[in-house]
């Protein structure tokens, strides 16, 4: 079983800056893709980040040059580094990834139970 654990989320300023991780557990072979979603009230979730297994990221245009997303294949953990927040920023964040499990390689999609995010002054 594989579970993924989010943290990071809070209240900020306009303007701040926050740090959102992502820890994998469980019968975990490989972490292939990981990724951030979020989703803000009344809106459909929307992809925020994604990185490959080689390092590759791309982000949505709404965060392109404010946010970056890592990686750490030691801990399988994943982080996205938020700067520059604005309000409309402001969503539910939740972790993705594509996960190849120890129990007869079986690849499947995980999505942690979501982290608060508000930015507010």
């Known amino acids: 079983q594989v579970q993924l654990v989010e943290s990071g989320g809070g209240l900020v300023q306009p303007g701040g800056s926050l740090r959102l991780s992502c820890a994998a557990s469980?019968?975990?072979?490989?972490?292939?893709?990981m990724g951030w979603y979020r989703q803000a009230p009344g809106k459909q979730r929307e992809l925020v980040a994604v990185i490959t297994l080689g390092g590759s990221a791309d982000y949505a245009a709404s965060v392109k040059g404010r946010f970056a997303i890592t990686r750490d294949g030691a801990k399988n953990t994943g982080y996205l580094q938020m700067n520059s927040l604005k309000p409309e920023d402001t969503a539910v964040y939740y972790c993705?990834?594509?996960?190849?499990?120890?129990?007869?390689?079986?690849?499947?999609?995980?999505w942690g139970q979501g982290t608060q995010v508000t930015v507010s002054s």
């Open positions: 993705n990834a594509d996960i190849t499990t120890s129990r007869a390689y079986s690849r499947a999609d995980y």
């Open positions: 469980g019968n975990i072979f490989r972490i292939n893709t």
